[in-house]
């Protein structure tokens, strides 16, 4: 049963690292894009570093509960 829990929570940080990876890809671009105003890539550029920090905080929760798993 333990098992079976810690897959599920394999399964849910693995799609939200994803989730994260995919907002951190659209900020960047944001960020990158000459014709948006300043302030507005600013903010995209803070926001992708704090995608970036939530997508590695959710991929190494997953591979703990990924290790807890197949014990």
């Known amino acids: 049963m333990e ?3 810690q897959a599920l929570n394999y ?3 693995t799609v939200q690292g994803v989730t994260s ?6 900020n960047k671009e ?3 894009d000459p ?6 890539r ?3 550029a803070k926001d992708a ?4 920090i939530d997508q590695h905080g959710h991929e190494t929760k997953a591979d ?4 807890i798993a197949k014990s």
Do not use: C, R
């Not at 990876?21 to 659209?26: I, R």
């Not at 570093?49 to 970036?52: E, F, P, R, V």
């Open 3 to 5: 098992s079976a829990k």
């Open 11 to 13: 399964v849910a940080e």
């Open 21 to 26: 990876g995919v907002s951190k890809e659209a």
């Open 30 to 32: 944001i960020a990158k």
């Open 35 to 40: 014709n948006a105003p300043l302030g507005t």
């Open 42 to 44: 600013a903010t995209a």
């Open 49 to 52: 570093l704090g995608d970036k």
């Open 64 to 67: 703990v509960h990924k290790e």
